[in-house]
T-cell receptor
């Protein structure tokens, strides 16, 4: 009964390629997120969608494009991959968007290595 | 900008008590959360403080002082399985946006 799942778990690719990471949650949550965790374990939010609407868009290169076909899915497409994109990408979800804090549930992560 | 500072590493022995501090400077504040992450794993929620004071959840407690922009996570009766990274995170508002701290690597020794 996986709550937040991501595919693939590992992704190794060459510089300049385009790749996608998929995320699905079966918790019935309204809000989904993408985070990047670098080699120093610094965890930074990239995007957030609430019910398919983009609500957080941090300073991320426009080579990164999130897509939410429905509120249970949030995919991340990356164009023209660069060495600096190598990191672990986590998807997360929470019940609702509000000014209070809702627990975020993280997926297992996708380790992206750009060669 | 936003900054959340934590000690980079803490070492303690099994059965002991350890406190991990977090000081923050953020443009918005809607609560302080703590997450645990084992090597190779995903962050998992531990505790949340929206108001000043102590919150207790089993062996873990978390404290917040908004006037001091400070919080801590207290882990009691340490077990080997508590060896992990611990992150504080501030909800800076605008859609449950969490800004994470630098993380503290906790090592529990026999």
């Amino acid at each position: 009964d996986t709550a937040v799942s991501q595919t693939p778990k590992y992704l190794v690719t060459q510089m300049g390629n385009d790749k996608s990471i998929k995320c699905e949650q079966n918790l019935g949550h309204d809000t989904m997120y993408w985070y990047k965790q670098d080699s120093k374990k610094f965890l930074k939010i990239m995007f957030s969608y609430n019910n398919k609407e983009l609500i957080i868009n941090e300073t991320v290169p426009n080579r990164f494009s999130p897509k939410s076909p429905d509120k249970a899915h949030l995919n991340l497409h990356i164009n023209s991959l660069e060495l600096g994109d190598s990191a672990v990408y986590f998807c997360a979800s929470s019940q609702r968007t509000s000014m209070s804090t809702d627990t975020q549930y993280f997926g297992p992560g996708t380790r992206l290595t750009v060669l | 900008g936003q900054s959340l500072e934590q000690p980079s590493e803490v070492t303690a022995v099994e059965g002991a008590i350890v406190q991990i501090n977090c000081t923050y400077q953020t443009s918005g504040f809607y609560g302080l959360s703590w997450y645990q992450q084992h090597d190779g794993g995903a962050p998992t929620f531990l505790s949340y403080n929206g108001l000043d004071g102590l919150e207790e959840t089993g062996r873990f407690s978390s404290f917040l002082s908004r006037s001091d922009s400070y919080g801590y996570l207290l882990l009691q009766e340490l077990q080997m399985k508590d060896s992990a990274s611990y992150f504080c995170a501030v909800n800076t508002g605008g859609g449950n946006k969490l800004t994470f701290g630098t993380g503290t690597q906790l090592k529990v020794e026999l």
